[in-house]
């Protein structure tokens, strides 16, 4: 196998591999991304707390709270980092839920899904200059509906609220 870095930025790199499957050789053109936690999470009055958030090329998006794991972080470690930076809540408990891989055709990226409970406001929130984020609560049971509907796009949250009400036997 015959690899070739053709990008690296700060949080992607993309890669090009020579390699051979099942004697023949194929050329692949890879996204290396270290991963990324996201967290289910539930305020005092059992509402989900989701971040509503720009995402260049789909514009303000609906999703819970996730970020990339940095260089030696523990994915569980990423969680309880991303839900204070992203909503101000500070977790007592982090839950594993589920992984898995949102694009496995080009992209090594693998998410990795926490249940918060315990949560407790702690921050007003303190955002990067290249952050638009505010926090939204809501109903379980809408945004089961909402993603029903086709008005949650995002990966991240569908897969991680779809495998939970399933778990919880909402579905």
Do not use: W
Not at 61 to 87: C, H, M, N, S
Not at 156 to 166: E, G, L, N, R
């Amino acid at each position: 196998m015959k690899k070739k870095k053709i990008y690296e930025g700060k949080i992607i790199g993309l890669n090009l591999y020579d390699l051979t499957i099942e004697k023949r050789k194929v050329r692949r053109e890879i996204i290396e991304h270290p991963g990324a936690a996201a967290i289910i999470a539930f305020d005092e009055k059992g509402k989900i707390i989701l971040v509503q958030q720009h995402r260049f090329g789909h514009g303000y998006i609906l999703e819970i709270p996730a970020g990339t794991l940095e260089k030696g972080e523990k994915p569980i470690d990423t969680a309880y980092r991303e839900i204070v930076e992203e909503t101000g809540y500070e977790a007592k408990k982090m839950t594993k839920l589920i992984s898995f891989f949102p694009s496995v055709g080009y992209n090594t990226e693998e998410i990795h899904v926490f249940v918060a409970s315990g949560l407790k406001k702690k921050f007003e929130l303190d955002l990067d200059n290249d952050e638009f984020i505010s926090v939204v609560k809501m109903d379980l049971k809408k945004l089961i509906g909402m993603i029903k509907a086709g008005k949650i796009t995002d990966s991240k949250t569908i897969c991680a609220v779809m495998v939970y009400a399933a778990k919880k036997k909402l579905l």
